[in-house]
């Protein structure tokens, strides 16, 4: 079973760039499954029709992060549609669902969204305790995981946590793709980082000037999506439908040709 995994979309930029591409790359890659985060359609947040677009054009589940609930117009989706979660470690009394199980030629896949703690909120729940616990109460031979987090050791801890216990984790919220894809010790899958998917001459995601404008510490403007040629990173994931374990990570680049 072939797994592909996408990095965060950004802007409307990103979600056309993913929709345009998504039926060639199932069939180049072999993708029998595909998770796309989603977190950043609006910039920050999602809305229900940009959430539509994404499965509509193919995407399996949609996956989310710290900006899930910046527009308040998913909450209904979120609550009604089981293929798109948010971290399942935010508090209990927000809407949706951080996990969910999906029917497959290949059997039932679990795809689970965590959010870390490093430097992000505070105010999740413990994502290690939370798993280890939700894990027991509902093994799953095919299980993925989005492990929406900002420190690499937060996301490696992680993995090896459930090294042997899930198909495959990758991480999201840097939108910089690492290169340190592998299959662990017991059988996980592993990518630090997806990247993103969106405006390749920006600053994860964000028009450069806007950003340097920024870090100068001039007035704060709104955030707006870099125009330009577009890329889109993910990885994608071969495993063993038997076992569950992965045999394999694949790192995934395209970038669209044109230059600034
Ligand atoms: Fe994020
Ligand atoms: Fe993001």
Redo the contacts with the bound molecule.
Sequence with gaps: MKVLAVG?IVGEAGLSWFVSRIRALRKETGADFIAVNG?NACGTGITGRQAGELLDAGADVITL???AFRRQEIFEELEDNPRILRPMNFAPQSPGQGWGEYETRFGTVQVINLIGRCNLDFGPDNPFLMVEKHLKNHPCRLTLVDF?AEATSEKLAMAYHLDGKVSALWG??THVQTSDGMVLPNGTGYLTDLGMTGPKYSVLGVEPQQSISMFRGDPRQNFKTAPGPRKLEGAVFTIDEKTGRCTAVQPLRLEEAGGK
């Design positions: 965060d977190e992060g710290n900006h929406h999201t919220h």
